[in-house]
């Protein structure tokens, strides 16, 4: 769900009649005007980008990369995902645990400079590391999992759409309640490092449009009440989910036909708006 869905659903909604409301409890509620059609939303991922985050660091911050510094790269052609990937991680992580125990040392068993110590010279993703992390880190929560953040719905299967909108509702409400929150400023220089990542890259063999689009997800995301708004319309019925890895073709009758692995079968809809294509097309007009 990309970087064009606030602007398109703004005149899906309020720009037919519709607005949102607080209630008693102070919770964003959307009041249908009545010309609103029904949205179905889905994607790759199948959540929105997380939530922007608005405070300042408050640990060591960390300036660029280390690990996945264009000089420590393979010099020659590499695979993504399987050469570069494990260092970009590494970085990645490298920021978070040193935001976590620098900035929130109680919730950690050991020092950075310990931690930093052992860090470096384990390989990503090995026994070793992970072991490290645990004992580093004693509270689950507390512990980087790039995987899941990065697809949240990757094997889990609802049975219907309200199943989906269920755990979207929930999923979204925690999303804006953590990147409020400044006890996970550790989620803000993940957000820091990707793009100091993503930088260095940038123009180099080793760029990848998979990282601009992780950078984004992670770092260029809307405002929290934004993503409130759009709980709202689901809530409303306005808006339904579709989930992760939606697959869309046009069906005989020149309608669109919609599904995912997500909730079995499939929805129907007389127009496809690609948000994506939206915000391709005013940067080109800039």
Do not use: N
Not at 49 to 76: K, M, N, Q, T
Not at 151 to 157: D, E, K, Q, Y
Not at 259 to 271: E, K, Y
Request: neutral net charge; glycine residues 12%; aromatic residues 10%.
């Amino acid at each position: 769900m990309g970087p064009g869905l606030p602007g398109l659903l703004a005149e899906l909604t309020e720009g037919r009649g519709g607005r949102f409301v607080r209630d008693h409890d102070g919770e964003t509620v959307y009041l249908p005007g009545g010309g609103e059609p029904l949205i179905y939303l889905g994607s790759g991922r199948g959540v929105p980008y997380h939530a922007a985050i608005e405070y300042s660091l408050w640990g060591d911050g960390v300036s660029g990369p280390r690990f996945a510094a264009p000089e420590a790269l393979p010099r020659g052609p590499a695979h993504f995902r399987r050469q570069v990937w494990p260092l970009v991680a590494k970085d990645l992580a490298y920021a978070y645990y040193r935001e976590l125990l620098t900035a929130h040392p109680s919730r950690a068993r050991m020092t950075w400079a310990e931690f930093e110590r052992a860090y470096s010279a384990q390989e990503w993703g090995s026994a070793a590391m992970r072991a490290l992390v645990r004992r580093a880190v004693p509270r689950f929560p507390d512990r980087l999992d790039l995987d899941r953040l990065d697809r949240p719905l990757a094997g889990i299967r609802f049975g219907d759409h309200a199943g989906l909108r269920r755990w979207m509702v929930g999923y979204i409400g925690a999303d804006v309640e953590r990147r409020a929150d400044p006890a996970h400023s550790a989620d803000l220089a993940v957000g820091h490092m990707a793009r100091a990542v993503r930088d260095a890259l940038a123009g180099t063999r080793h760029a990848d449009p998979w990282l601009d689009g992780f950078t984004a997800f992670m770092a260029d995301g809307p405002p929290g009440a934004w993503l409130e708004e759009l709980r709202a319309l689901a809530l409303a019925g306005v808006v339904v989910f579709l989930g992760a890895g939606v697959h869309v073709r046009q069906d005989a009758t020149g309608g669109w036909r919609a599904a995912g692995p997500t909730v079995p079968g499939a929805v129907q809809a007389r127009a496809l708006l690609d948000a994506r294509g939206i915000v391709e097309k005013q940067e080109e007009h800039r």
